[in-house]
Nanobody
Framework: QVQLVESGGGLVQAGGSLRLSCTTSGRTFRRYPMGWFRQAPGKEREFVAAISMSGSGTYYADSVKGRFTISRDNAKNTVFLQMNSLKPEDTAAYYC?????????????????WGQGTQVTVSS
């Protein structure tokens, strides 16, 4: 079982930045492709970004491309989401997810483990 814990959310003004972190225990973190998803009130959960096991492959939703950066530190069992130039429409609960194996990084159904989420609120 993989337990994921997100942190780093908060309230920020439009144009500001936040850095989300997702940490897991265990020595097998490097074996998991990782993703970030978000869910705004009244909306479905959507893909934000993902990263391959080694970190060499990264994938982004069009809505965040050029503003968000996903990275990972396998030595620290942590994946990050650096969010710059934040917009009010980025307001959502952000969830970290891990996959045992993956064919489609963009698909929520490919991920087996989920964190509890961290709230990001961007004021205009």
């Amino acid at each position: 079982q993989v337990q994921l814990v997100e942190s780093g959310g908060g309230l920020v003004q439009a144009g500001g930045s936040l850095r989300l972190s997702c940490t897991t225990s265990g020595r097998t973190f490097r074996r998991y492709p990782m993703g970030w998803f978000r869910q705004a009130p009244g909306k479905e959960r959507e893909f934000v970004a993902a990263i391959s096991m080694s970190g060499s492959g990264t994938y982004y939703a069009d809505s965040v491309k050029g503003r968000f950066t996903i990275s990972r530190d396998n030595a620290k069992n942590t994946v990050f989401l650096q969010m710059n130039s934040l917009k009010p429409e980025d307001t959502a609960a952000y969830y970290c997810a891990a996959a045992d194996a993956i064919n489609n990084y963009y698909s929520m159904g490919q991920y087996h483990y989920w964190g509890q989420g961290t709230q990001v609120t961007v004021s205009s």
